[in-house]
C-alpha cells in the first residue's frame, strides 16, 4: 500500500452513501469501488506527473477532447501538465498509463466499446493503469444530438468525483477546481450513465452564435454583448453544458403544436373539422388566429389526419397553443367531470372571460387522452409500433385526467406548467406546489410516457428573482415518478443573480437523486472562506422570492406575460429598497475573502457583486419609463444619464460573462424599452 493520500478517499463530497443511493436509478448499470493492495492507479505525487494520457494511433474527435479536457483540468489542479502519447508510443515504463476511449490496449482488456449502452461509459482500471471508454465518434463532441460522447462523459465523471470539479458558470472563473498535489486511486470499475435519457437547456439563439449559424443583431451590440465577446460567451456556454453532461437530445421525441395553420389551410372547406364557438359557430373570434382547435371527434378529419402521416413511428397529435377547445355536443362528451369546486390559484386554467364567451373553458384532458388513443388505434392497422406523440400537457389538457381512461407507453407527452399564473413560475403558492404533483401523477396513472418542459426559467429579467427549494423539489420529485428527460425553455443566461438555480438544474439533469441542499453547498463552495456569508446572500433573495410571491404575481396580472414584460416593471417586483439589506452581505463576503490564500474565491464574490449592481442599475432604468415604454420629457435627462451608465457597466463587465447580455437586450429590453431618444447619450 502507498501511503499517499488517496484523493478518492479524502474527497468530501463523495460519500458512499450517495454512490449506493445512485445504484437504484434505473440506468446506472453497475458501481463498485474496491481496495487492492496490489495496484494503485498513480496521476500526479506530491507534484510530480506519474502518468501519460494515452489515446489510439488515430483517435477520433471524441476522444482527442475528452483527453484534452482531462489534462487541463488535471493542469489546473496541480500544476502539472501530463504528457499526451499515441498508443504505440506509449512507454512502457511509467507508473500509470491512462487510456482514453477506444484503443487495442483497451480491446485486448476486453473493454469493447460498442457493447456499452448510449453516452454510458466505463472507468476501470488494470494494474496501475486506467481506462476511461465509452461509445465514441468523429461527430462534434459539444453537440447536444450527439450521443456517441461516452469517453468523454467518462472523463467529465472521474474529474467530478475523483477531483471534485465543479462547473458552476461559464468560463474559467465558473470552473471550480480543488487544488492539490496529489491524484490517486485505489481501484475502480465503474459503469455509469446519465440518469435521463435527454437533459438540455434550450438555448438557441447563443448556439447559433456558437456554431456560426447567426451572429449579433446590431440593434443589440449597442447596449449589450459586442459581437466578439457574445462569441465568447456561446463558446464557453456551449463548454459548460457539455461538461454538466446535457445532451441525449437525438433521443427526445419530437413535440410541436401539429394544428396551428390547420384553420387557415383546410377551414374554407371543411369548417366541421374545426372547433364550435359557444354561439354554435366554427372557427374562432379572432379570423386571423393560427391556433384554432379541432374538433377530435370528428371521424372525417381523423381520416384525414392519418392520410397526411407517413406511416413512420411517430404520428404527432399536439393539440394548438390557445386555451378554450370545440364546445359541440360530441366533444363535450368525452371530457371527463369538472371540478366542482375550482382550486384559487388554477381559475385560469379553467376558466376566463374571453373563453367562456368564444369556446369550452374547462379542461379537456379526457377529452384529448381520448383522441389520442382513438387515432393510435387506427394507426396501429398501418403500423403496430407507432407512437403517438401527445406534445404537451398544457392549458386545457394540463389537468390529469378525471376518468379511469387509461392510456399506455405508446403515447408520449412533455408537462408544462403554465396556464395560471399562480402555477407559472417557481415558487408558487404551496397548495398549488401539492396540485402541480397530484396532476403529474394523475398522467402517470393514465399509462403515458413523460418528459418535463416547464417555462418558469424565463422569468426574473436580469434580477436576482429565483428559487431552488421548490423547482429542485419537483424536479426530483418527477425524475422519481417516470420522467424520462426534462428540457427547459430557455436559458436566459443571468449567472451572477440567478446562478444557483442554473447550476442546481444543471447538476439535477446529470444526477437527479442529489440532494438540494448538497448541491447548494457545492455552489457556495466556490466562495472559499466565504462559502456561509454567500449562503446568506443567496437565501434573502430566496426568502424575497417567496415572501412576494402573490405581490410580484399582482404586479404583471393585468399587463401581458410577466416572463416578456418583466423589463418594464422590473422596479415594481423589486423596488430599490429591496437591494439595500443584500448589499453589505456581498461586502462581507468580499472582505473575508480578500484575505484568502487564492484569488479566485474575492473574484467570484466580485462577480456576484456584478450582477448585483447590474441588476440594480436596470431597476433604477425600468423606473425611468412610463406605462407605454416611453421616456417623459420631464425625466430625460436623468434616463440619458441612468442609459450610459448601464451601458458603461455592461461593456466594462461583459467579458466576465455575469450575464447573456444578447438575451437581455433583445429578448426584454428592446421590445419594451424605447431607447431611441436615449441613444445620443452613448456617443
Ligand atoms: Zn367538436
Known amino acids: 500500500m502507498n501511503n499517499s493520500t488517496s484523493v478518492l478517499q479524502s474527497a468530501p463530497r463523495i460519500s458512499m452513501k450517495r454512490r449506493r443511493h445512485s445504484l437504484a436509478m434505473a440506468t446506472m ?19 510530480k506527473a506519474h502518468a501519460v494520457v494515452v489515446t489510439a494511433d488515430a483517435p477520433t474527435e471524441t476522444a482527442q477532447y475528452a483527453a484534452r479536457e482531462l489534462v487541463w483540468h488535471v493542469e489546473q489542479a496541480t500544476g502539472v501538465q501530463l504528457e499526451r502519447v499515441a498508443e504505440s ?22 473493454i469493447d466499446p460498442e457493447q456499452l449502452p448510449r453516452e454510458a461509459y466505463l472507468l476501470r482500471s488494470v494494474g496501475n493503469d486506467l481506462f476511461i471508454v465509452g461509445q465514441e465518434d468523429d461527430g462534434d463532441p459539444l453537440r447536444e444530438e450527439n450521443p456517441h460522447v461516452g469517453t468523454l462523459f467518462g472523463v467529465y465523471e472521474f474529474l467530478e468525483s475523483v477531483l471534485g470539479v465543479r462547473w458552476l458558470w461559464p468560463g474559467e472563473l465558473g470552473t471550480y477546481i480543488p487544488k492539490t498535489n ?3 486511486l485505489w481501484s475502480i470499475n465503474e459503469l455509469g450513465a446519465p440518469c435521463l435519457r435527454f437533459r438540455g437547456l434550450y438555448w438557441g439563439r447563443m448556439r447559433a452564435i456558437a456554431e456560426d449559424r447567426a451572429a449579433l443583431e446590431p440593434e443589440d451590440a449597442r447596449f449589450g454583448f459586442d459581437p466578439d465577446v457574445a462569441k465568447q460567451y456561446a463558446d464557453a456556454l456551449r463548454v459548460l453544458l457539455r461538461r454538466n453532461r446535457m445532451g441525449g437530445m437525438d433521443a427526445k421525441p419530437p413535440t410541436g403544436h401539429t394544428f396551428a395553420g390547420w384553420w387557415h389551410e383546410y377551414g374554407e372547406e371543411h369548417p366541421e373539422w374545426f372547433m364550435m364557438r359557444r354561439d354554435g359557430v366554427r372557427g374562432r373570434l379572432d379570423p386571423d388566429e393560427r391556433h ?28 394548438v397553443d390557445r386555451p378554450g377547445r370545440c364546445y359541440c355536443d360530441e366533444c363535450r362528451a368525452w371530457d371527463g367531470p369538472q371540478p366542482e369546486e375550482i382550486p384559487w390559484f388554477a381559475r385560469r386554467v379553467y376558466e376566463t372571460d374571453r373563453r367562456a364567451q368564444e369556446a369550452f373553458a374547462g379542461a379537456t384532458s379526457d377529452r384529448y387522452a381520448r383522441f389520442w388513443k382513438t387515432m393510435q388505434e387506427k394507426a396501429e392497422q398501418r403500423n403496430p409500433d407507432v407512437m403517438i406523440s401527445a406534445s404537451f400537457l398544457f392549458e386545457s389538457e394540463f389537468p390529469a385526467p378525471t376518468t379511469d381512461i387509461q392510456l399506455n407507453n405508446r403515447i408520449y407527452a412533455e408537462y408544462v406548467q403554465w396556464q395560471d399564473p399562480h402555477l407559472r413560475y417557481f415558487p408558487v403558492p404551496d397548495e398549488a406546489f401539492e396540485w402541480l404533483k397530484e396532476q403529474w401523477l394523475g398522467w402517470r396513472r393514465a399509462g403515458i410516457r413523460m418528459g418535463y418542459r416547464p417555462n418558469y426559467l424565463h422569468d426574473g429579467y436580469v434580477l436576482p428573482h429565483f428559487e431552488t427549494r421548490q423547482s429542485g423539489e419537483f424536479f426530483k420529485f418527477a425524475a422519481e415518478h417516470g420522467m424520462e428527460g426534462a428540457v427547459f425553455d430557455s436559458l436566459t443566461g443571468q449567472w451572477a443573480t440567478q446562478g444557483l438555480r442554473l447550476y442546481m438544474h444543471l447538476r439535477l439533469m446529470a444526477k437527479p437523486h442529489l440532494d438540494i441542499d448538497d448541491i447548494r453547498n457545492e455552489y457556495f463552495a466556490a466562495f472559499g472562506p466565504a462559502a456561509d456569508a454567500m449562503e446568506r446572500y443567496f437565501d434573502y433573495w430566496e426568502d424575497y422570492a417567496f415572501e412576494h410571491l402573490l405581490r410580484i404575481i399582482e404586479v404583471f396580472w393585468e399587463r401581458g406575460w410577466r416572463y416578456s414584460m418583466y423589463a418594464r416593471y422590473a422596479h415594481e417586483a423589486f423596488p430599490l429598497e429591496s437591494f439595500a439589506p443584500a448589499e453589505p452581505m456581498l461586502e462581507e463576503a468580499r472582505e473575508i475573502t480578500a484575505i484568502a490564500d487564492a484569488p479566485e474565491y474575492e473574484a467570484r464574490v466580485r462577480f456576484i457583486q456584478t450582477g448585483f449592481e447590474h441588476a440594480r442599475m436596470a431597476v433604477r432604468m425600468a423606473a425611468l419609463f412610463d406605462e407605454a415604454g416611453e421616456v417623459p420629457e420631464d425625466r430625460m435627462t436623468k434616463a440619458k444619464d441612468a442609459f450610459r451608465n448601464l451601458v458603461d457597466f455592461r461593456k466594462a463587465h461583459q467579458h466576465l460573462f455575469f450575464s447573456d447580455l444578447q438575451w437581455v437586450t433583445n429578448f426584454w429590453e428592446r421590445p419594451r424599452w424605447n431607447v431611441e431618444p436615449l441613444l445620443d447619450a452613448l456617443e
Open 89 to 110: 508510443s506509449a512507454p512502457s515504463a511509467p507508473h500509470t498509463r491512462v487510456y482514453i476511449g477506444d484503443t487495442d490496449t483497451a480491446r485486448r482488456n476486453g
Open 292 to 319: 384554432v382547435d379541432i374538433c377530435v371527434t370528428n371521424e372525417e378529419l381523423q381520416k384525414f389526419i392519418l392520410s397526411q402521416w407517413d406511416g413512420g413511428p411517430i404520428l404527432r397529435l399536439g393539440a
Open 182 to 184: 496529489t491524484i490517486t
Open 29 to 47: 448499470i453497475a458501481t463498485f469501488i474496491s481496495v487492492s493492495a496490489w495496484a494503485q492507479v498513480l496521476l500526479v505525487e506530491d507534484g
